[in-house]
């Protein structure tokens, strides 16, 4: 249904290392920039790295990003129980000419 | 510092027309190469793509919603609008527009209004 793949949860114990990924293909990730957005409960998407691996002012740098190929991911160190959340991975697709995004992925601080 | 924000009404009664407006502040609509979208995330799934105006009047829809949608700018407003005929439950869903560079996904989004389509 979505045209990035992204697992449907994940979770880790405060202190943690969490690594989130998303799949696409040669006519989205693999040609185009990746962003991440963060989701809490009844708010708008909050803008988490741009372009693959760069973070917007005031997000820490816990979170980082990365790609290669056709895949990306998102990585969360130290985790903390306020990073309980929703995320989802987000790309241009050159096919549909315009934003596709993965499934989410909600995140467990256990 | 930009800011989107979407209105419209809350509650669509079925076959009838949603209609949602985003009022941007902070920036010229017409300025610079940015594209002015729409994004639905209905209540517990992820986001879809609607679609979206470039600063050159261009429209892109998701081809799933083409037939029934419409993305049209008002610059001396400084505003963009939404417009989806015939709408049916499966449009139920919060809206957000939102700001993005051409090839890109969004940057900056709205904060998002919850449409319901019930008779």
């Known amino acids: 249904q979505f045209v990035l793949t992204q697992p449907p949860s994940a979770s880790g114990t405060p202190g943690q290392r969490v690594t989130i990924s998303c799949s696409g293909s040669t006519s989205n990730v693999g040609r185009k920039a990746v962003n991440w957005y963060q989701q809490l409960p009844g708010t708008a998407p909050k803008l988490l790295i741009y372009?693959?691996?760069e973070r917007p002012s005031g997000v820490p740098d816990r979170f980082s990003g990365s790609k290669s190929g056709t895949s990306a991911s998102l990585a969360i160190s130290g985790l903390q129980s306020e990073d309980e959340a929703d995320y989802y991975c987000?790309?241009?697709?050159?096919?549909?000419?315009?934003?596709?995004f993965g499934g989410g992925t909600k995140l467990t601080v256990l | 510092q930009l800011q989107l924000q979407e209105s419209g009404p809350g509650l669509v009664k079925p076959s009838e027309t949603l209609s949602l407006i985003c009022t941007v502040s902070?920036?010229?609509?017409?300025?610079?190469?940015?594209?002015w979208g729409w994004i639905r995330q209905p209540p517990g799934k992820g986001l879809e793509w609607i679609g979206y105006i470039n600063y050159s009047g261009n429209t892109y829809y998701n081809p799933s919603l083409k037939s029934r949608l419409t993305i049209f700018v008002d610059a001396s407003k400084n505003q963009f609008s939404l417009k989806l005929t015939s709408v049916t439950a499966a449009d139920t869903a919060v809206y957000y527009c939102a700001r993005h560079v051409v090839y890109g996904s969004p940057t900056y989004w709205g904060q998002g209004t919850l449409v319901s389509v019930s008779s």
């Open positions: 902070g920036v010229s609509i017409s300025s610079g190469s940015y594209c």
């Open positions: 372009s693959n691996n």
């Open positions: 987000a790309t241009w697709d050159d096919n549909l000419s315009g934003p596709v």
